[in-house]
């Protein structure tokens, strides 16, 4: 079975800094996606960035990065130069099959809850 | 471009009523899915469809069902409301399989007493 671990419920960040958010993930499987979710107060569920597993290079988009340790099972992302609009809850989540039709699932973590701070 | 609609916004039903809760895109998307949100968790996945007339059971299915008429909708029904489906549930659809950018309807929020 595949999870999804974020170990920190929530962070605070000060404005323009950086901070990483942290996530692991269990499963037997060599190919898979992952992704980072961002959900503001709003509740709209947003791509972030995503990652697939058989490339080595980290996925960049703009001020967001990963550090993709595949042998370790860790996806972290990291927000450079916080932003008062990047306060929302963020989740890690991993791709997997449901069943043999082509079907695929998105296994969340529980989230972190950001806040930027001015 | 609409994007994915969902309705209604909130809801209340009373146990045992029944309900279908509308998620439709304009995007021309292939892959649509129902997913459910309770507090302190990720989304868990109920249904999904590949296409038109072609429909799947995913994590959590158990008192809801689905069909795809159309490539543009994607209705959820509750059969019989039971207080544990209260939740936050999200429509989301991709062009051909969730790998890709998957785009999320605002949500339902559904409250069953």
């Known amino acids: 079975a595949q999870t999804v671990t974020q170990s920190q419920p929530e962070m605070s960040v000060q404005e323009a800094e950086t901070v990483t958010l942290s996530c692991t993930y269990d499963t037997s499987e060599n190919n898979y996606y992952l992704f980072w979710y961002k959900q503001p107060p709003s509740r709209q569920m947003i791509l972030v960035i995503r990652?697939?597993?058989?490339?080595?290079q980290n996925a960049t988009e703009n001020r967001f990065s990963v550090n993709f340790q595949k042998a370790a099972k860790s996806f972290s992302l990291k927000i450079s130069d916080s932003q008062l609009g990047d306060t929302a809850m963020y989740f890690c989540a991993f791709m997997k099959h449901v069943n043999s039709n082509s079907g695929y699932a998105l296994n969340f973590g529980k989230g972190t809850s950001l806040l930027v701070t001015p | 471009n609409a994007g994915v609609t969902q309705t209604p916004k909130f809801q209340v039903l009373k146990t045992g009523q029944s309900m279908t809760l509308q998620c439709a895109q304009d995007m021309n998307h292939e892959y649509m899915s129902w997913y459910r949100q309770d507090p302190g968790m990720g989304l868990r996945l109920i249904h999904y469809s590949v296409g038109a007339g072609i429909t799947d059971q995913g994590e959590v299915p158990n008192g809801y069902n689905v069909s795809r008429s159309t490539t543009e909708d994607f209705p959820l029904r509750l059969l019989s409301a039971a207080p544990s489906q209260t939740s936050v549930y999200f429509c989301a659809s991709s062009y051909s399989s969730p790998v890709g950018t998957q785009y999320f309807g605002p949500g339902t929020r559904l409250l069953v007493l």
């Open positions: 990652q697939e597993a058989y490339k080595q």
